[in-house]
């Protein structure tokens, strides 16, 4: 404890004086990295900014270990307030960012801040999205469900464990727009605090289908209690994950990929923005971080600098437009 | 017996130096964070994370550590309480209705003593319950869709009258006050945002940490300038800290009650340690307060509560172990390290992972005992914290709150709004309002508009959902009675008890 407290005290100091003799230099060289989770302990993005962090120094990439600290609020929008406003200008400041992020923005819910005021720097992989029923239901494929949705969609509700227009919500609707349902409106969708919230809903049978992340629904799912019509990735998972049909196959082209990453300050100089982006390639591919991946059941997802900065903006296009269908936003 | 084989293996698990001095570790730790005001429990084991993870423990360890220092808290919370009238965390808050008096007449140990045993019959019970009807429990969990939910919160709310023996209409206007800060936030079934007035520090609600803190401790702080500063009434005598036998006596059928109570309580997600120890208080009222002593320092509205929270404790763990799904604040950051640490919860845990279920159970039997042997000692010890001049304290109290709030919220906006609340609760004070029914509004005026709001949209508007079940019938059922018997037999039963004028320094 004391040790701990003696490096932070140290780092602080030498932070201020790196503050105060900051100037331009031509190769970037990190010093004194900090990576902000939007989120208390213990959530996701805490653990992408610890686990990154940790492996970042173990590679070499920072000199020290990366300091993780806490920022929660208003799902991301008081770290993303503060890196705009106060700290635009740093070069060692890294901010666990996912499609939570990206949704946000997209609706305007930052405070009208936008996507462009940062810069995307990396995505370390992704949890992609799920559409089950329990084990008793009379759907048997993401068609019969839709084929109901279309026809009656006041006879089923569906669980999911983000609020009204959050990720969990769009995911439904986007597959549901692949379906060919015109009026997305009329989908019953039930907001609940979490995931697990949500599919022990469907288990006690007070709901018909659930949404969420197949880290969610993993548990339920090998217990046989759920039955997962269909994963919104782009091919078939990998491991004992591969049974599970994509909706692409079944004809209906839904991609839903909730990724995990970081964005760094708009100001940050290009230098920085090349070694980060560069790290974080690296870092996607070396056998430590895949090794992360797949004992915590992340599915591949490695994108960074440009590519990632196209994915966002398109993402966000995507969820601007349905957004504005059902109404959220003007 | 299948289940006894899996315990000895767990306590095997268990009792290693290393497992021992991490529970050791987490119920000291526990303990001191559940009495800050402002840290709870959730704080707790949240603040702790990094350690676990800087040490590089494995699951199991890291999970002893963890909910020892859960159960510690739990524990811990009731010393402020008692003493000062501000509840540590949020489940101690109705520790402070009896646990208070009974300080303010000089009877501060014999207060700590006993609800520190209750603490360990509540907790101790309820691992035992997780230990033998883990699986059973799961069902019940399992039979709350959303109309049963509001029906249980409404219940709640039915009893309100309970908590407040002076005035039942400001009771029931605080109740509408914190129904009412609850509303601010993002809403979860439109996604639209409600009273933010653009402030992202709105956007995810109040935090009812800084409402508890702002509410109970600025406002003492604030009543305690306003009488410039003269030591003010608690009690700074000091008298024995065990427990006579009589009053134990009295408190059996209280701790039994609450216990029962709040476990239940704690097993439904959603419901979790607050709601278990309002009702386990109001239940016991309405069961043995004869002579309207309740509030007033009665022993057994001290003993109900505290078996109660601490029962729940224990229940939350089933859900989240079993279903994946956090029945409180606590249970969602120790999940989310249960996941860190690849293990998944959910129906298969018990089969997949005994070492980390068993160990985990055990070590919970380990760390209670722990907590017992440390509370009942230090009793003394935390009795001192009276005899500290209210001039010295005071301030003191002042700054644990302001740390405490920006330790967990970094955010200097939350201690504007804090202070609000302060200047707020003090108001509340001057005109006899009392404060726990503002605490239970925010705390859960969210979840039961959630939960109408989310039954209706299932049903497709169709009111009739709300008491479609056996269960929800049973449950509106005690509401309806938890509310109109008082008016019935309180007026024919209970001989008419004068207006107590007490000094406002008792927000009830």
Known sequence: MSTFTRASLAAAIVASTVCLAGGPTAAFEPKNVECIAPANPGGGWDFTCRQAGKALYEMGKTPGPVQVSNKAGGGGAVAYAEVVSKRNSENNLIVAASTATTTRLAQGQFAGLTADQVRWLGALGADYGVIGVAKDSPYKSLGDLMTVLKEDPGKVSIAGGSAVGGWDHLKVLIAAKAAGIDDVRTIKYIAYQGGGEAVTQLVGGHVQAFTGDISEALGFMESGDLRVLAVLAPERLPGNLADIPTAKEQGIDAVGANWRGFYGPGGMTDEAYEYWSQAFEELYASDAWQKIMADNGVMPFGLSGPELQSFVDEQIIEIQEISREIGLIK | ?508
Not at chain 2, 78 to 105: F, V
Not at chain 2, 272 to 284: C, K, P, R
């Open chain 2, 1 to 508: 017996m299948e289940i006894f084989d899996s315990l000895i293996q767990g306590f095997a698990v268990a009792l290693t130096f290393q497992n021992l001095g991490l529970a050791l570790l987490g119920c000291f730790l526990g303990t001191i964070i559940g009495a800050m005001p402002g840290l709870g429990p959730s704080n707790g084991v949240a603040i702790l994370i990094p350690l676990a993870f800087s040490l590089g423990l494995p699951a199991t360890p890291a999970l002893i550590l963890l909910t020892s220092v859960y159960y510690g808290a739990m524990y811990g919370g009731r010393i402020s309480s008692i003493l000062l009238n501000i509840p540590g965390d949020e489940p101690a808050l109705m520790t402070t209705l009896d646990g208070y008096p009974m300080a303010k007449q000089g009877r501060a140990g014999e207060a700590l003593a006993l609800s520190g045993l209750a603490s360990f019959v509540g907790s101790f019970v309820a691992t035992i319950g997780v230990a033998l009807f883990a699986p059973l429990l799961v069902k019940l969990a399992l039979l709350f869709g959303p109309a049963e939910y509001f029906a249980l919160f409404t219940l709640a709310f039915a009893t309100l009258g309970g908590v407040s023996s002076k005035n039942q209409a400001k009771a029931a206007m605080a109740a509408a006050l914190g129904l009412g800060i609850a509303m601010i936030g993002i809403d979860g079934s439109t996604g639209a945002q409600r009273f933010t007035f653009g402030e992202i520090h709105l956007l995810d609600g109040i935090d009812f940490l800084v409402a508890i803190v702002g509410l109970f401790a600025i406002s003492e702080v604030l009543l305690f300038m306003e009488h410039k500063g003269v030591d003010s009434s608690i009690g700074t005598k000091l008298d024995r800290i065990t427990i006579p036998l009589a009053t134990l006596k009295r408190s059996i059928g209280a701790m039994a009650r609450g216990t029962g109570i709040g476990f239940v309580a704690g097993v439904l997600p959603g419901a979790g340690a607050s709601l278990g120890s309002f009702v386990a208080y109001t239940v016991e009222k309405r069961v043995s307060d004869r002579d309207g002593t309740f509030g007033k320092g009665d022993v057994r509205g001290l003993a109900a509560p505290e078996a109660g929270n601490n029962a729940s404790a224990g229940g939350a763990l089933i859900p989240m172990l079993s279903l994946g799904v956090p029945g409180s604040g606590t249970t969602a950051v120790l999940l989310a390290m249960l996941l860190t640490l690849n293990i998944t919860p959910g129906p298969l845990l018990f089969t997949k992972n005994p070492d980390v279920v068993w160990g985990l159970i055990a070590a919970l039997f380990i760390a209670n005992f722990m907590l017992l042997l440390m509370n009942i000692p230090l009793v003394g010890l935390f009795a001192r914290v009276l005899q500290v001049p209210a001039r010295i304290l005071m301030p003191a109290v002042a700054m644990i709150s302001f740390v405490g709030i920006y330790g967990i919220s970094g955010s200097t906006f939350e201690l504007l709004l804090m202070v609000g609340f302060g200047v707020a609760g003090y108001v509340l004070r001057k005109l006899e309002v009392p404060l726990v029914p503002v605490i239970l509004g925010i705390l859960l005026g969210n979840q039961m508009e959630d939960n109408l709001r989310r039954a209706l949209q299932i049903s497709n508007g169709d009111w009739g959902i709300l008491w479609a079940s056996p269960l929800a019938i049973g449950l509106w059922t005690f509401a309806i009675v938890g509310f109109v018997a008082p008016m019935i037999v309180g007026r024919l039963v209970r001989p008419r008890v004068p207006a107590a004028l007490a000094e406002t320094a008792d927000p009830d």
